[in-house]
């Protein structure tokens, strides 16, 4: 399931999803049970569904975030994970690790291909610079004090920088407390605002990945595809100081004992079963126009599929034959190529369903309601207007921020963008910086910048940045940066990379420090071209901020009047997703439609037939010999007479739902969501229960390998499994 990875390419206005408050909700009756992603204070207004579908925990559990079992729930700052045992263990995804295990990995040390697992906790290796565990604490509403100050009649811009402000004293509050990560989330597009506290942990080892033969069996082509056989599963470890506090990698830290850690489960799952999930689901769009939807289905998504095919075909080319840059290169190329298939899956499914029209005839429908009575229309009726026109203005916008986004795929070229940025924002107190700027984010981005030892080369790079300039030449020239062109024409390709020292990481980090003159007077290309490109840079943050301050005050108001409308027909409009904590709930069940069939499950037996002995199906021998001999061990399903690997379910989740949790109905950890149906993926847009089915790997599956392929005791100990 694609994270938010990839996603520097989107606006803010694009990322900016319209998404939901409990307290607007509290009187509305629950939608359909497959349908959303739930925040922990709505559980009580659904929890009469909950028990009708099979929950069988008190569903009150589920509205504490603070306790059991989803304080055992945690954030990875882009894939979802759990804590597994009392000693700080965490369970994601294989590709939510991937990252980590391509840091550690060289020629001669490849680890991508044969997996990772320390016989030890002195052999767990710190993951790659950046890589956080985020532990839930609170969330909490704050509406009230993010909306202070705010008047009908302010300038985009004045309403953005309004909200901002709300957002950092907020932050800053939140923050004096130690090692906490703290965020401002808007719900139906800032109608009501959450809190999000999270307890930060710094020190995130790599603890075990299977070889990607059995991580990513299938690799892209059965990505987002039924069947699947796909082991996507990898350990982190939290580490903490000996006194319980966060803190950065040292090797006398020891293992963080989380308040809550989930139990595995000793019975397995059987079809029509009653399974939740929780985690942090990215960014859904199931609340915006019809028009937007429009332009996003017939252009918008259109480009997008062929700036990532171009982008991920030069990868492939550049690394062709070099084995350090194509391990260099995987993880960015992975990602590339799995928001690709997303998006068309999602242009597939949006015809499929019928998106246009269906959007078109929800819209028509609720502003007639508006439209029907006197007082609906002052309320609502002008925000709506205001909406439309905003709405068009920024789709205009969009392509020309997509092309730009492909040069910062030139790292070096971004390095300097960033370092120059914060000589500039260290110019003002921190409150005042942009968020992203400010002295808390220091320690990430010194991270951010360090991880391109590992992932640069500059042949590689610069093949990257030529193909990024071809998209650049697209945009009108009107719309294009004239000082960046002539800076890069003075300069040329060949001396941007032979005079430039930002290569080497040590003197790449300096320029942190560096005050704004200093990059100003500099000699190193990549530093000239982020300062001829500032005022532009400045030009269009300003021109997207005072659309998005204009894009709150009419989308706010316009989803206040679709709450009223839904409970007005006495349903309830869950969450689209933002990023913060949520559950969602479904059932075990296959698929049957005209001429085809899925049953829930798949088994060892799918991964034999599969296999090819060649990429991406040569699943290890040592694996085959265990299926061949049917040695199943206690992990073999009853029912099936063999043992379970992936099954799907109805649940409702999106991209940041990697690495989720899946539990049963007792609350016991039963594998993993990974994945989606490539048809089901236009449930971003709008929810179908007939075709949208999520993808899980089963815990039987997880614990059969570890014990039977890679010997992995000491974890099944740990976890209370042996």
Known sequence: MPDILFSSHFSRRRLMAALSAATMLGTAAPAIAAEGMWLP????????????????????????????????IASLGGCSASFVSPEGLVVTNHHCVYGSVQYNSKPGQDYLTDGFLAPSLADEVPGAPGTRIFVIEDLRDVTSAMTRGLTDRMSGLARYERIEANRKALIAECEKQASRRCDVRAYYGGATYFLQQQLEIKDVRLVYAPASAIGNYGGEVDNWQWPRHTGDWGFYRAYVAKDGSSAPYSKDNVPYRPKSFLKIAKQGLNDGDFVMVAGFPGVTYRHRTAEEAKFNFETYFPAFQKFLSDYSDTIVRATAGDRGATIKYASALRSADNY??????????????GLAGRKAAEEQAYRAWIAADPARQADYGAAAA??????????????????????NRAQL?????????????????DAGRDAGYQDRDRAQTVERLTQIERRFDPRVDRIILEQALGEYALIPADKRDAAFEAKLKEIGLDRLYADSKLGDTATRLAWLDKPAAAF?????????????MWPGDVAARNAARDLEGRDQQARAE?????????????????????????????????????????????TLQGIVEKDTGREPFNAPAKQLAAIKAKDYGSYAAPALGTVPVNYLSTVDTTGGNSGSATLNAQGEFVGLLFDGTIEGVISNWAF???????????????????????????????????
């Open 41 to 72: 204070s709505q559980a009580p207004s659904i929890a009469a569904d909950l028990r009708k579908e099979g929950i069988q925990i008190d569903p009150a559990l589920l509205a504490n975030p603070k306790a059991a079992p989803l304080n055992a």
């Open 413 to 429: 070229l971004l390095a300097a963008r960033t370092a120059y940025r914060w000589a500039k924002e260290r110019e003002k107190p």
């Open 688 to 722: 179908d229960p007939v075709i949208t089915r999520s993808i899980h790997v089963d815990s039987r599956y997880m614990l059969w390998n570890m014990e039977k392929v890679d010997g992995a005791d000491r974890l099944l100990t740990e976890m209370g499994v042996k």
């Open 340 to 353: 690709k298939k997303n998006t068309a899956g999602q242009l597939a499914g949006a015809e499929a369903i």
């Open 520 to 532: 100003e007077a500099s000699d190193d290309p990549f530093i000239r071209l982020a300062v001829a």
């Open 558 to 602: 316009y989803m206040k009047g679709m709450l009223a409308y839904a409970e007005s027909q006495g349903r309830a409009i869950a969450p689209d997703a933002n990023g913060s904590l949520r559950f969602t709930y479904g059932k075990v069940t296959g698929k049957a439609r005209d001429g085809m069939s899925w049953s829930p499950f798949t």
């Open 386 to 407: 205001a909406l439309d026109r905003i709405v068009a203005e920024a789709n205009a916008q969009e392509l020309v921020d997509l092309r730009k986004s492909a040069l």
